[in-house]
């Protein structure tokens, strides 16, 4: 297991950086926004754990992995598969839902897992936390979280998925400053619920096809930008409620309790 786990560190910084999931800058803005939310003991604890990545990094390792057919059992920890009509089954698994249930229960837990083990478990809690608060990551299988769809942005043609993974964070340049701007229409997340978070997300999916000719215009994301700014904080304050559940009674860098 140690080999295993050192090898694949070593593979992710030879990986090159590529767009997916919330693209790079949402996967940060939701690490970074869950970072002003905590103490600072959590802080060096967490950073204790990544042992030298930053939180950025820490925050889209899983995208940099996708494609590598040495861990194929993560490629669907991604997101969530519910058809329309349907609900979620929580006998389900390999999922979002049940992935960071999972990581989240054992690093809390941390019975006989080994340094190297928990930086993975914590990794997959960045970027899991990220993913669920995407709607289309919460979406249906028969377009592949809108995958399928294709679309035309601003004279570029592309799909509905990536229109929400970056294209009108990068387009409309949304800040950390944007998304804390938001705080008044949140409900801060009190408990962890990854299944309600997952089923918020998919309240807002009638907004994310509401779609006219296949064009993604100006009026369309004057609609989709709160939304994603939305949930961009709620991502981060989520992060930031598993970071300190996970870290709690964790020791810090000098051994001590707390």
């Given at each position: ?10 593979m ?37 754990y ?11 390792w ?149 779609i006219?000719d ?37 020791p ?7």
């Amino acid at each position: 297991m140690k080999k295993l786990l050192i090898a694949f560190f070593a593979m992710i910084a030879l990986l090159p950086a590529r767009l997916l999931a919330w693209g790079r800058t949402g996967h940060h803005l939701v690490a970074e926004i869950a970072f002003t939310y905590l103490d600072d003991a959590t802080k060096q604890k967490v950073l204790h754990y990544l042992n030298g990545m930053t939180i950025e990094d820490a925050s889209t390792w899983m995208d940099e992995l996708r494609g590598n057919t040495q861990y194929p059992n993560m490629s669907t920890w991604h997101y969530i598969n519910i058809e329309k009509g349907q609900s979620f089954d929580p006998a389900s698994t390999g999922n979002v839902v049940t992935e960071l249930a999972r990581v989240v229960n054992e690093f809390k837990t941390a019975k006989g897992l080994t340094d190297e083990q928990m930086r993975l478990d914590l990794l997959i809690i960045f970027h899991l936390c990220g993913d669920m608060s995407q709607p289309l990551h919460d979406g249906y299988g028969e377009d592949k979280g809108g995958n399928t769809i294709k679309v035309n942005f601003l004279g570029n043609e592309t799909n509905l998925h990536s229109v929400w993974d970056s294209r009108i964070i990068e387009s409309r340049k949304i800040t950390m400053e944007d998304c804390l701007n938001q705080k008044n229409n949140v409900d801060a997340p009190r408990k962890f619920d990854p299944r309600g978070w997952m089923e918020e997300g998919r309240s807002f999916l009638p907004v994310v096809y509401d779609i006219k000719d296949q064009q993604i215009g100006q009026e369309y994301m004057d609609r989709a930008q709160p939304v994603i700014e939305r949930q961009l904080l709620l991502g981060g304050e989520r992060l930031a409620l598993v970071l300190k559940e996970v870290m709690a009674g964790k020791p810090d860098q000098a051994g001590a309790v707390k």
